[in-house]
């Protein structure tokens, strides 16, 4: 059976690899440790197709230790302790690299039986990761491994990988290649970041544009076969999150156009539930009471959005995203509840002030008879000065008015009824 052209074309040395200069540029750190020859405990983390396997496989590949592979999605602990046995013969001798691919899918129990091996050294073990590591991988390991992080690939780096593979389809195949204006281009664009999905890209032009004596890829046959590969999404994983995170900051930081960028992200994988839930968080969290009504109108455009379903939900949760993105912003509700809540953690649940108290009698044991409620309906500006905090924390104040024209104006409103100045 044939191997996908992605394995066939794999680099054999840093040099041939696309991207990652920050970690593989001559004088580079990752480079550096390679080239030292004294290879430690790593792991490497990135999306999908950014090059993780690749260089873990060439640093195996030029190390006089025995190469061990496993992949987590397979591995038993039987695997593991078999390759632990393997440091007590002739060929572990110089001792045994372990590439682990998917080290996230192992659990916990495997994870650890792999530490006392890799702290004293008879393994060495390199990891990948398309999760974060932080999350999802054993403290104790991570704290014996050194974490480098993988990038998306330019889509400048990745055409030269695509350029190549053409090139060695046709050659394969003793076809003239004729590739149409734009074809590297668009499939470079539209992987995302993953060399490896645009490579496979390739793979399904070159196949489905032979003729005789040539094979020719049109613009068409390239925008057909890429579809929505550029779409770089995990509802479970790290893109996730990120988007979400990215449509938030990018909200609060009243950028409408990049909070309009990250919702489309979401609508376009079908996420409409996490987007849905997260402006309802950010109509409170991030504009608040410098726009009240913002809660409730978001929570409109929610609605409409659930019912309608896609594609015309896009409308009401697009209308939703502009008003947050451009309306004034305030975070003193969050501060002030936040606040709230770390005092009840530090002092408890205080005894309440008797005047507050649901009581409609005194005991005999009461050393104060009567309750003493002002009602503040019964004064002017319906406002009567009283304790409210239990006494113990009766002075703490927990609510700063924010900037913004509405709580301004209503700390003028009470500064003035309370006589504040």
Not at 108 to 123: C, D, M, T, V
Not at 142 to 150: A, G, L
Not at 220 to 227: N, V, Y
Not at 245 to 251: F, P, R, V, Y
């Given at each position: ?5 992605a394995?066939?074309?794999r ?31 790593m792991i ?13 496989r060439?640093i195996?590949e ?7 592979k496993?992949n ?5 602990v ?17 001792g045994?690299l ?9 659990n ?16 060495t073990?390199?990891?990948?990761t398309?999760e ?8 104790a390991i ?9 990038l ?9 990988a695509i ?10 195949f ?10 590297v281009?668009?499939?470079a664009r539209?992987?995302?970041g993953d ?8 793979e ?13 890829v049109?613009l ?8 929505r ?6 509802r479970?994983?790290?893109e996730?999150y990120?988007?979400l ?7 609060r930081?009243?950028?409408?156009n ?16 996490s987007?849905c839930?997260r ?6 969290e991030?504009i ?15 609605d409409?959005?659930?019912?309608l379903g896609?594609?015309?939900a ?11 993105a451009?309306?004034p ?35 005999e044991?009461?050393?104060?008879k009567g309750?003493?409620y002002?009602?503040p309906?019964?004064f ?5 000065e009283?304790?409210?905090?239990p006494?113990?924390i009766?002075?703490h104040v ?16 009470w500064?003035s009824i309370?006589?504040?100045?």
């Open positions: 059976m044939t191997a996908p052209l394995d066939r074309i680099p054999r040395t840093l040099d041939d690899v696309v991207g990652q200069p920050h970690l593989l540029a001559t004088g580079k750190p990752l480079r550096r440790i390679i080239e030292s020859g004294r290879i430690p405990n490497f983390y990135g999306s999908s197709g950014v090059g993780k396997t690749t260089v873990a060439i195996a030029n190390t006089n230790m025995k190469l061990c496993l987590g999605t397979s591995a038993s039987q695997d593991i302790k078999d390759i632990i046995a393997d440091t007590d013969s002739l060929e572990g001798y110089n045994i372990l590439y682990l691919d998917e080290i996230q899918y192992l916990k129990k495997q994870q650890q039986s792999l530490l006392e091996h890799i702290e004293n050294g008879r393994i073990l390199i990891s990948s398309t974060n590591p932080y999350f999802y991988v054993y403290n991570i704290s014996r491994s050194t974490v480098f992080e993988f998306p690939v330019s889509p400048e780096e990745t055409a030269k350029r190549r593979a053409f090139n060695i389809e046709a050659e394969e003793g076809l003239k290649l004729v590739l149409e204006d734009g074809v281009e668009h499939i539209g992987c995302g060399v490896r999905k645009s490579i496979n890209t390739v399904l032009c070159a196949l489905s544009s032979q003729t005789e004596d040539e094979m020719r049109t068409e046959t390239a925008k057909l076969l890429t579809q590969s550029n779409m770089r999404y995990d479970a994983g790290d996730h990120d988007t995170s990215a449509l938030q900051k990018s909200i930081g009243s950028d409408e990049a909070a309009l960028h990250y919702a489309a992200r979401l609508l376009e994988n079908g996420d409409i539930i987007l839930r402006l309802l968080v950010i109509a409170a991030d608040g009471l410098a726009y009240p009504m913002a809660i409730p109108i978001v929570k409109a455009c929610v409409s959005a659930l019912q896609m594609p015309e896009r409308l009401p949760l697009g209308d939703a995203v502009i008003l947050l451009t309306a912003k305030s975070n003193s509700g969050i501060m002030a509840v936040d606040a709230a809540m770390a005092d009840l953690k530090e002092h408890g649940s205080a005894p309440f002030p008797r005047q507050l108290q649901n009581k409609h009698f005194d005991g044991g009461a050393a104060v309750q003493h002002l009602y309906h019964s002017p500006n319906h406002w009567v009283q304790q409210y905090l006494d113990e009766k002075d927990y609510y700063e008015y924010g900037e913004n024209k509405t709580e301004q104006s209503a700390k003028a409103y500064d309370k006589k504040k100045k």
